[in-house]
């Protein structure tokens, strides 16, 4: 092999070599293996769903009742599908009638999507896209894919954002939890100077994650004392251990968890304790997800909705341990029992 450079000629030789060669493959295989998700009917099944209107409606039926069609008015299952008596097929509405109650519905009915004139097929898209896509997907890009206008796309992401937030009876976070703020958009204090973080005109957002569990992310007035240490209460068990950076608004806080309040200083460059498991790594290393996201992505947020996004980031942290799959069957049936309403009924 005279043409071959020294090193290269080296891995050849290497992969030729017979039983360096079966190690090779059985480690890659190993590592496949342990990396690769696991195959998915929901995956194969969804793309159907996005190109005919009737397979996306049986796609969602099935997602939400399973085997067992039940009323969404009195919970009834002596249900049955609505036909055109003379075609004898499907209403064009896609209407269910209950025998008990006597009532009409669709699968439509107490979800996010209830009362929108947006094909479910882009509702399936839009699902598979924003369940699926690691730092998410924008509006625009809906609209170009789906061929409808900006309008309907936004509205129908806003909404899919609604379903991924958090219940309000969410449980704390336990065990080891690790929290920092985050500072998004916004304008550098200093005209000519890219000053990042605290002291700009950033929007704060408060972080907690638990070691190897759930995150929470919210937006915060500010990064005084009380507002950070409040959302602490707020989010973390009593029986928890915190951990944080040495900002001074953290500090008192350990008196009030059994696991006390460990703090790295980033201002001298610990980024951890030695000989211990004290760092903030974790929850910085999630904000890295949301930046570029955004810059990547949305490019800009404004204040008003960056909540919205912020949910579905911790949607897709909380989820990461499922394969896409199951993560799109667990964003649809989130929707079920939210409706997200341009203003409140009076």
């Known amino acids: 092999m005279p043409g071959l450079g020294k090193k290269f000629r080296g891995l050849v030789n290497f992969l030729l070599d017979t039983t360096c060669a079966k190690y090779y493959v059985r480690d890659m295989t190993n590592r496949e293996r342990n990396h690769q998700l696991a195959n998915s009917p929901t995956v194969e099944n969804i793309p159907a769903a996005c190109a005919d209107e009737l397979t996306a409606v049986e796609f969602f039926e099935n997602q939400r009742w399973g085997n067992t069609p039940c009323c969404v008015k009195c919970g009834s299952v002596d249900v049955y599908k609505m036909a055109d008596a003379k075609a004898g097929e499907r209403n064009r509405r896609f209407l269910w009638r209950c025998r008990d109650c006597k009532e009409q519905y669709t699968v439509r009915i107490g979800t996010v999507y209830e009362e929108s004139r947006i094909e479910l097929r882009h509702w399936a898209y839009a699902f598979w896209r924003a369940c699926t896509s690691k730092k998410g997907v924008s509006a625009l890009e809906i609209k170009r894919h ?132 004290i760092h903030t790594n974790t929850v910085e290393s999630s904000h890295a997800l949301v930046k570029r996201g955004i810059v990547g992505i949305y490019h800009n947020v404004s204040r008003e909705y960056l909540h919205r996004y912020l949910w579905q980031y911790d949607f897709l942290w909380n989820t990461r341990k499922l394969n896409d799959g199951e993560r799109i069957v667990l964003g649809i049936r989130a929707a079920e029992g939210k409706r997200l309403m341009y203003q409140q009924p009076a």
Not at 155 to 175: E, V, W, Y
Not at 194 to 212: D, H, I, L, N, Y
Not at 226 to 253: K, P, W
Request: glycine share 10%; aromatic share 6%.
């Open 146 to 277: 789906c061929q409808i206008s900006y309008k309907s796309a936004l509205f129908l992401m806003n909404r899919i954002r609604f379903a991924m937030a958090p219940d309000q009876d969410s449980p704390k976070l336990t065990g080891t939890v690790e929290c920092d703020e985050m500072y998004i958009g916004g304008k550098p204090r200093y005209r000519g100077i890219s000053k990042r973080g605290r002291g700009t005109s950033k929007t704060p957002v408060f972080v907690a994650v638990e070691r190897q569990g759930a995150i929470v992310r919210r937006v915060v007035p500010d990064v005084t004392a009380e507002t950070l240490q409040t959302a602490i209460r707020e989010e973390v068990s009593r029986q928890s251990r915190i951990i944080t950076d040495e900002h001074l608004s953290y500090r008192g806080i350990g008196s009030e968890f059994d696991g006390g309040h460990e703090t790295v200083c980033h201002g001298t460059k610990e980024y951890v304790r030695p000989g211990t498991h």
